[in-house]
């Protein structure tokens, strides 16, 4: 495992969890100078591009559908990167996976341009 994604769990909707994605050893350079990516994919469907942020944290995007709900943040001297969800829904129900880009911009929704990824972690929001 290259990241180490966690902080999932059950949660009722209207509830927060916050997810960290963690590198250690040889990982934690690229992590630290890299842009950060979270997807998550639901059963039956496809993997969704979810939030970015780039090395610094000067930029981040998140698609419309969580908006105004997630933030995502990192601590490089933890060498850790966060994503904070507030208002949870039961659409947001999937696996959560953190992947490291291949620069220290944000990289979007291709995974192509990640080069490391978290195991992912499960988000279950109960109606």
């Known amino acids: 495992v290259q990241l180490q994604a966690s902080g999932g769990g059950l949660v009722q909707a209207g509830g927060s969890l916050r997810l960290s994605c963690a590198a250690s050893?040889?990982?934690?350079?690229?992590?630290?100078?890299?842009?950060v990516g979270w997807f998550r994919q639901a059963p039956g469907k496809e993997r969704e591009f979810v939030s970015g942020?780039?090395?610094?944290?000067?930029?981040?995007y998140y698609t419309d559908s969580v908006k105004g709900r997630f933030t995502i943040s990192r601590d490089n001297t933890k060498n850790t990167v966060y994503l904070q969800m507030n208002s949870l829904k039961p659409e947001d129900t999937a696996v959560y996976y953190c992947a490291a880009c291949r620069s220290s911009a944000m990289c979007g929704g291709n995974s192509q341009n990640y080069r490391y990824w978290g195991q992912g972690t499960q988000v279950t929001v109960s109606s």
């Open positions: 942020i780039s090395w610094n944290g000067g930029s981040t």
């Open positions: 050893g040889r990982y934690v350079r690229t992590l630290t100078n890299n842009g």
